[in-house]
């Protein structure tokens, strides 16, 4: 039997749909044009389906997870390096009155739950994953002139603060990388089109 949706759900969906006006605090930094909760959001899931996938875990719940694991931003803001140390973030009390009345309340606020623990595979796998988008974001910032790599160095996350093995072979490839080869390997004009020599 379909169940009727509930007003809570389509509020919901509209929450979810602002956090592409919230802007990472990053973007102080000299960096006015930095991604998006909902950039950040959107390429976590994916290096979390990669990274999973490499070790072993349950990518459903990967998913869902990756899709849960900032949405509190959306009433509590982003926290930088620098903020961090001045505020108190109520990231409980926001997450269950995002969730309370929808349809997925009980499931997403005990992945959200499990993710804060970083006990579980799949919790390591998005947090490693959360990581691995801010330096490939630092990477991308770097090649556009603004290497903010200078002043935030990210080495301390990824000795330190990686969880699994994958997660720790990535960033630190992640941290060599050219943002630009993924298109300047594949197929182009230039390899293998109009202006190849």
Known sequence: MVQTVK????????????????????????????ENLAEHTFRVA???LMVGKHEGADLGKVAK?????????????????????????????????MLKGTEIEA???GLWEEYEKRESLEAKVVKDSDNIDIDMELQ??????????????????????????TGK?????????DP??????????RNIGDWKE
Do not use: C
């Not at 770097?142 to 330190?160: C, E, F, H, Q, Y």
């Not at 072979?169 to 990388?177: F, N, P």
């Not at 080869?181 to 197929?187: E, L, S």
């Open 169 to 177: 072979k990535l960033i630190k490839d992640v941290q060599k990388a």
């Open 46 to 48: 994916w290096i979390a």
């Open 7 to 34: 007003d809570r759900d389509v509020e919901f969906l509209f929450e979810m749909g602002q956090i592409r006006y919230i802007q990472r605090l990053w973007r102080r930094f000299l960096t006015p044009e930095f």
């Open 65 to 97: 997870m990756a899709l849960v694991h900032d949405i509190t931003e959306s009433r509590i803001g982003d926290v930088d390096e620098v903020s961090r140390v001045y505020v108190e973030r109520k990231e409980e009390m926001a997450i269950k009155e």
């Open 140 to 165: 991308e910032q770097a090649s556009r002139g603004n290497d903010l790599r200078k002043v935030l160095p990210r080495d301390i996350i990824a000795n330190t603060k990686m969880y699994t093995q």
């Open 180 to 189: 630009h080869a993924w298109h300047i390997n594949a197929k182009n004009r």
């Open 107 to 109: 499931e997403f606020l």
